[in-house]
């Protein structure tokens, strides 16, 4: 009687597979096991400004401060812009990650810093701030694009504002020429 319930979990453990086991009976005594890494995003990686030389942790870092830029408000970016000072590539690159997620007004500014120091990058970080540059390219189209619409939207509004002031100039001249017919046409069934 007793075996029965052994049997059983022992049966829905083997059919179950490893990955309800604890971790420490999974890792390996070779190494730490990948949760553990510096590349799984650990305390080790996510540095708060990213730069060149943590190579285990370029694109966590640099993703993560990716996605601290996009959250961020105008404060936090003008703080961590001004924090962001010096002329190597890292910090041009990490002012345009910043700068690319401000105002329309900054957005000129990142390209040309994405432009100009993109080859300078690691080449696994590359591929990330080319993407990055391009969506920043397609937000510039798309304002563009806005931008030339509501310049278009506002023309057409003017325009049609002297075509009413127009048939309404042209509405009173008719009712005058109306007026002065009708006076015509009663002077001569009086005469």
Request: aromatic share 6%; charged share 25%.
């Amino acid at each position: 009687m007793t075996a029965r319930p052994w049997l059983l979990c022992l049966a829905t453990a083997w059919l179950a597979g490893c990955q309800y086991l604890p971790e420490q009976l999974q890792s390996s005594p070779s190494g730490p096991s990948p949760l553990q890494s510096p590349t799984a995003g650990s305390a080790l990686c996510h540095a708060e400004l990213p730069d060149f030389d943590n190579v285990p942790c370029l694109l966590d870092d640099w993703v993560a401060f990716g996605l601290a830029s996009q959250r961020g408000d105008r404060v936090w970016r003008e703080a961590t812009l001004t924090r962001l000072g010096g002329d190597t590539t890292e910090r041009r690159l990490a002012r345009a990650v910043l700068l690319a997620w401000g105002d329309e007004r900054q957005w000129n500014r990142a390209s040309e810093l994405y432009k100009a120091h993109l080859h300078g990058a690691p080449t696994d970080l590359q591929p990330l701030l080319r993407y990055w540059l391009n969506e920043l390219e397609g937000r510039r189209r798309l304002a563009g694009q806005l931008a030339e619409s509501r310049g278009q939207h506002q023309a057409i509004v003017e325009e049609n504002e002297a075509l009413t002031e127009e048939l309404e100039a042209m509405a009173e001249k008719l009712e005058q020429l109306t007026a002065i017919e009708q006076s015509i046409n009663l002077r001569q069934q009086n005469e």
